[in-house]
């Protein structure tokens, strides 16, 4: 079946250390990827995506890797500041649909 | 910045009553979405317009949800009998059309009692 779903719940962090949020999806037919960053009480805020013909990007201080191989996706996050606290979640998008199917979320937390 | 806004920000309504959930777009774009959270909960694709017609929907998008655009802006969300279990955050959300990225409205809150 089809399935989007992150391996720890909450990650705590020390701020300025580096974060690392996973990812797994089962679907082989998933053309397109995105991170969302989620602050408590308001919608899914866009951070970074990607396509199925690559396996990394980078953004300002974000970084998507995305492993086919065993269908693994990776948010990384340099020098992670208390701002950053919030729920991530990672979406996933079939080919020939529109629709995102989301994960079950992870929970950043820093602490100063 | 908000690509879209959604009213009202918080409905309170009784179990079997309609509510009509309102998102106004900012800038002019083809794809519309309509997605829905369940407190603590993933996020849940309800169903996506494009050109004025659904152009998908998924298994919880039953007979009590419809869709419309009715003055060509406002994108409406209306659930027919709303049922404790429809208590959720409702997201619009909004798309161009040479793009997959999906940027969401800050969502309403519908309470049902």
């Known amino acids: 079946g089809e399935s989007v779903g992150l391996h720890l719940p909450t990650l705590s962090v020390q701020e300025g250390d580096n974060s690392i949020i996973n990812c797994a999806y089962s679907?082989?037919?998933?053309?397109?990827f995105i991170w969302y960053k989620q602050e408590s009480g308001k919608g899914p805020q866009f951070i970074i995506d990607?396509?199925?013909?690559?396996d990394k990007r980078q953004g300002q201080r974000v970084t998507v890797l995305l492993n086919k191989t065993v269908k693994h996706l990776s948010l990384q996050i340099a020098a992670t500041q208390p701002g950053d606290s919030a729920v991530y979640f990672c979406?996933?998008?079939?080919?020939?649909?529109?629709?995102?199917?989301f994960g079950s979320g992870t929970r950043l937390q820093v602490q100063p | 910045e908000p690509e879209v806004t959604q009213t009202p920000s918080h409905q309170v309504t009784q179990m079997g009553q309609e509510v009509i959930l309102r998102c106004v777009p900012i800038?002019?774009?083809?794809?519309f979405y309509w997605y829905r959270q369940i407190l603590g909960q993933k996020v849940e694709f309800l169903v996506s317009?494009?050109?004025?017609?659904?152009?998908?929907k998924s298994e919880i998008f039953d007979d009590q949800f419809s869709v419309e655009r009715p003055d060509g802006s406002n994108f409406t969300l209306k659930i027919r009998s709303t049922k404790l279990e429809d208590s959720a955050m409702y997201f619009c959300?909004?798309?161009?059309?040479?793009?997959?990225?999906?940027?969401f409205g800050p969502g309403t809150r519908l309470t049902v009692l």
């Open positions: 979406a996933e998008k079939h080919t020939g649909r529109r629709a995102l199917t």
């Open positions: 679907n082989s037919a998933s053309d397109y």
């Open positions: 990607i396509r199925s013909n690559m």
């Open positions: 800038s002019n774009h083809l794809y």
């Open positions: 317009f494009y050109n004025n017609e659904i152009s998908e």
């Open positions: 959300a909004r798309q161009g059309q040479s793009t997959d990225t999906q940027y």
